[in-house]
């Protein structure tokens, strides 16, 4: 599996997953356009090591301004976009609270990123991928949507939302050979799910694997391999669908 000659945008890539995706598409020779609120310097310095090279941009995803600069300047090398990856999301940010304690302004904030920020850098790059040989766009959900996860609705409502989106989606977009499809992890040690979980991560870790077929935790190289999958040509007849990367939790 080779990226050569391939641009592929990843959002939400200073740290985390977004750092992990971005490192194995340099080393199977993508060009890399890296976008974060945060600086992206560090995966860039880390994707060029591997091989690839990048452009970085501060974009905040809620922001069609930002997205329509940054797909433009993606599209200059080789007048295309031939993956998307939508990893950008709020959740480390976030913290378990009952369904009736989460404040209306931050409900608003966490779909503006996770759904319409989702929504907005789709409609951004897919106009590079229809102009040109088609493309791949890979939504992050999470097996929060398909589990049912409690104490986050406004979280676990967000990621329900991203897999309808690449269903829609996936139907309008697939005369145009563009594809899009989802992969929900489970639970993956970032620096975000340790904040999110806080004293509780030990707890939530051995919850889900008590209900993994495969009984160990999941690696970040786990759901790296599910996207360079759903991004290659390997997968070129999958659109619409969710993988789910949970060591089988859910069962779609
Ligand atoms: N780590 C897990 O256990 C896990 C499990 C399931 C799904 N996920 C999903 O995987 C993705 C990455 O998770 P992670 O653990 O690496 O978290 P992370 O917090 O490191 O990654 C999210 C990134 O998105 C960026 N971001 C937030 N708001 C933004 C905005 N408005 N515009 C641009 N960038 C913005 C953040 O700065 C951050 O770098 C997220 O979509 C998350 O929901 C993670």
Redesign the pocket.
């Known amino acids: 599996m080779r990226f050569d000659d391939q641009t592929v945008v990843i ?2 890539a ?5 750092q992990a995706y971005a490192v194995e598409f340099a080393r199977l020779g993508a060009r890399l356009m890296l ?4 600086d992206c310097a560090e995966t860039a310095a880390l994707a060029q090591d591997a091989g690839g090279e990048a452009l970085t941009a501060k ?4 922001s069609t301004s930002e997205l329509e600069s940054m797909a433009a300047r993606a599209a200059e090398a080789n007048g295309r976009i031939d993956v998307l990856v939508n ?6 940010n976030l913290k378990l609270e009952r369904f009736d304690e989460v404040a209306e302004e931050l409900w608003d904030a966490t779909m503006a ?1 996770n759904v319409k ?1 989702v929504w907005l850098a789709c409609r951004a790059a897919a106009r590079h991928m229809k102009s040109g040989e088609g493309g791949s766009i890979i939504n ?1 959900a ?3 949507a398909t589990y049912g996860m409690a104490n986050v609705i406004h979280y676990t409502t967000s ?1 329900a939302a991203v897999i309808g989106l690449t269903r829609g989606l996936a139907r309008e977009l697939g005369r145009y050979q563009v594809r899009v499809n989802a992969v929900a ?4 040690s ?4 340790a904040d999110f979980f806080g004293d509780k991560l030990d707890a939530a870790l051995n919850a889900t694997q008590s209900q993994q077929a495969i009984r160990r935790p999941l690696r970040t190289s786990d759901v790296v391999g599910a996207v360079l999958w759903l991004a290659s040509d390997l997968s070129r007849m999958t659109t619409g669908q969710t993988l789910m990367v949970d060591g089988g939790v859910t069962f779609l």
């Open positions: 959002t939400g200073a740290g985390g997953l977004g976008c974060d609120l945060k974009v905040d995803v809620t990893n950008a999301a709020w959740w480390g990123v920020g992050i999470s097996l929060a990621k992890p489970n639970i993956v970032t620096q975000a799910a």
